[in-house]
């Protein structure tokens, strides 16, 4: 069983930059990938980012270059550094991790472990 823990939002004004953790315990964490996912108020969930096992990365469309993931094995922990926040990425981000094949990464519902979420809340 693997347990997530996000760490990292807070209030930030447009243009601002924060960086989400999502910190890992038990099971194997480096052969699962590890996604973001967000929740507006009144919105559906949405795919952020994830990174594969092997490294290899997908984004979100809305990203369009502002969002950088990695992870760090060796900590069990994956990180969001997301620059030039707009208003519209207020939402609460979870991280998620899973054995997923290679091009369902984007599909929360392919993801065994959710974290509580984090919130982020980006003022104009």
């Known amino acids: 069983q693997v347990q997530l823990v996000e760490s990292g939002g807070g209030l930030v004004q447009a243009g601002g930059s924060l960086r989400l953790s999502c910190a890992a315990s038990g099971g194997t964490f480096s052969t699962y990938a590890v996604g973001w996912f967000r929740r507006a108020p009144g919105k559906e969930r949405e795919f952020v980012s994830a990174?594969?096992?092997?490294?290899?990365?997908l984004h979100g469309d809305f990203v369009t270059g502002r969002f950088t993931i990695s992870r760090d094995n060796a900590k069990n922990t994956v990180f969001l550094q997301m620059n030039s926040l707009k208003p519209e990425d207020t939402a609460v981000y979870y991280c998620a991790a899973g054995d997923i094949r290679y091009m369902r990464i984007r599909y929360g519902e392919e993801y065994d472990y959710w974290g509580q979420g984090t919130q982020v809340t980006v003022s104009s």
């Open positions: 990174i594969r096992r092997n490294g290899s990365i």
